[in-house]
């Protein structure tokens, strides 16, 4: 092992052959005198143009240039006579020192001496430098510099404040996935098991869901002049606690076997979760605070309510979903016209056939979408299986992405993408009392028919008579409503200022027929022939619908 004396010998040895030599001339009675050093084994010569440019500078008189390439060449340390100075005093060099607005940063510009005068030590400069108050983040390497090679009226940054960092802020650490969002694998076909998305978790009682992290404390900085310069103060984050969940020690634990859910607005909580074999008459309408799993059908007519998820492992018909988290199908939704699905996450479903669907968060359907209305805050996807959109409104913030979009028989499908979301708000609020006033208005004229039936056959009863009168007024104050609710839909569809990066894919073909809408003047209609291949519909730098061929998303 080597001693510490020979491992510093060998420092100061590796400094020496790395030094650089340098020069000096000075003003000896007049006489203007040339002293080079020579520079270690690594080190760099004094180079002869760099002596003539100072000689210049300086102002030296009748100057000998073969005698100072001579001193150069021998680099003998020693002061040698090269010419004359006779204008004034000597006058030693000196730095004018500037401290930036902030106090971060200070810069000094090095004067030359004049008539011969000693150019600043090492010990001067640092004078000058702490006697402007600079003590922080001085860089000793362009203070050397600059006393053995010195730059002269150079700006030169020689001091640095020192920032604050930051600290962290508190977190919320989750022991459970919280997005929400689907896991969607496709097999060597490219085609996504809408069965297998992972969307539902749980967990057993006593299980660790979620844990509070304390915020890290932060470092002070400082300017040049040594002011403190504090720190962002740190966030401490709070947790809201939901139904069966306790605390301890600043960890969550689930009381119950249940679902862990993580809402928009920060609660925890852990959803109980009820499993039926179906929703009919032997049960009635739902309305349950956790989870709802159906194994078979759900009856026509019959409403399921929830601030947990829903999870239909067959098709639904004419029924009314509506829950705070996600719907997840595994068959698919025929609602014939009067069927309703509304969740504040996200929609899964196999197929859409003459349905309304409406998701705060996006819209995930395998087969096809057909004839229906979805709207959806995020996205739309209809990919994985035939992924085809044939007819009805779809509405998006961000994304409708399908393999086919339209029909052969040119089936009017109409698209508007990029819509806010307080537009796509009110525009679901319309779309919803447009659908409830249809109902409405269905079971007002079927009771109409049976009473005209019926009046054909024998005369009505004075009831029944003033019956026939107040439905015949409510009809035509109906339909008078949803014309003008349906005028009023149609005005806003296409009258919005549109998200600059909504986009429209279709992976196979785009069909005559459809029509797209991004917003205010914007509309594309596909008409004569299909457009085949990949394509992506985006607005353009100048606000212009452009049509992107044989491109992926």
């Not at 992290?213 to 002070?220: C, D, F, L, S």
């Not at 002011?227 to 939901?242: C, D, F, Q, S, T």
């Not at 600043?250 to 920060?266: D, E, M, Q, T, W």
């Not at 479903?349 to 229906?372: D, L, N, P, R």
């Amino acid at each position: 092992m080597n001693s510490p004396n020979s491992y510093t010998d060998r420092i100061l040895m590796d400094l020496e052959a790395s030094e650089n030599g340098f020069f000096q001339i000075e003003n000896q009675r007049g006489k203007a005198t040339l002293k080079v050093s020579k520079p270690g084994a690594k080190g760099q010569k004094v180079e002869f143009k760099d002596v003539v440019a100072r000689v210049k500078l300086f102002g030296v008189e009748d100057y000998d240039l073969d005698q100072i390439k001579k001193i150069v060449s021998l680099a003998e340390n020693k002061a040698v006579e090269i010419g004359s100075w006779s204008k004034g005093d000597p006058v030693p060099s000196y730095i004018d020192i500037t401290i930036s607005e902030d106090q971060m940063e200070a810069k000094f510009v090095l004067h030359p001496p004049k008539h011969g005068g000693a150019l600043l030590t090492e010990h001067q400069m640092r004078e000058q430098i702490a006697a402007t108050g600079i003590s922080i983040g001085i860089i000793d390497s362009v203070i050397l510099s600059s006393i053995r090679n010195p730059e002269f009226f150079i700006p030169q940054i020689f001091a640095k404040g020192t920032p604050p960092i930051p600290g962290k802020d508190g977190e919320i650490r989750l022991h459970f996935r919280s997005d929400n969002k689907p896991k969607l694998e496709e097999d060597e076909h490219g085609r996504i098991d809408f069965k297998d998305i992972h969307i539902i978790q749980s967990v057993k009682p006593g299980a660790l869901i979620a844990e509070k992290i304390p915020p890290k404390k932060g470092e002070y900085g400082k300017t040049v002049t040594g002011n403190i310069i504090p720190y962002p103060e740190e966030k401490i984050v709070n947790w809201i606690l939901g139904p069966n969940v306790e605390e301890s020690d600043n960890k969550l634990y689930a009381k119950i076997a249940g679902r862990p859910v993580y809402s928009p607005i920060g609660e925890i909580r852990v959803d109980e979760v009820i499993q039926l074999e179906a929703v009919d008459y032997s049960t009635g309408n739902i309305d349950f605070p956790g989870t709802i799993i159906v194994e078979e059908k759900i009856g026509d007519g019959f409403s399921l309510t929830t601030s947990g998820s829903i999870i239909i492992k067959n098709s639904v018909g004419k029924a009314f979903l509506k829950a705070k988290g996600d719907i997840v199908i595994s068959g698919g939704f025929m609602g014939r016209g009067e069927g309703y699905i509304e969740s504040e996450g996200n929609i899964y479903a196999k197929f859409v056939e003459q349905g309304k669907v409406t998701a705060s968060g996006s819209i995930f359907v395998e087969e096809a979408v057909m004839h229906s209305e979805l709207s959806a805050k995020d996205t739309i996807r209809v990919e994985g299986g035939r992924g085809e959109i044939i007819g009805g409104t779809l509405i998006a913030g961000n994304q409708v992405a399908c393999t086919k979009l339209g029909a052969v028989v040119e089936t009017k499908t109409k698209l508007a993408i990029g819509t806010p979301p307080d537009l796509l708000e009110e525009l679901n609020r319309m779309k919803k009392d447009i659908a409830e006033k249809e109902v409405t208005l269905h079971k007002v004229q079927l009771t109409l028919t049976k009473l005209a039936e019926k009046s054909q056959k024998k005369e009505l009863t004075l009831e029944e008579k003033d019956s026939l009168t107040k439905l015949k007024e409510a009809n035509d104050k109906l339909t008078k409503f949803l014309e003008t609710q349906s005028k009023q839909f149609e005005f806003a569809l296409s009258s919005f200022e549109p998200n600059k990066n909504a986009s429209v894919f279709a992976e196979r073909e785009v069909f005559p027929g459809v029509e797209l809408t991004f917003g205010a003047g914007k509309i594309y209609r596909q008409t004569i022939s299909s457009l085949v291949g990949k394509t992506t519909f985006i607005l353009g730098i100048d606000g212009s619908i452009q049509t992107e061929r044989n491109v992926s998303r």
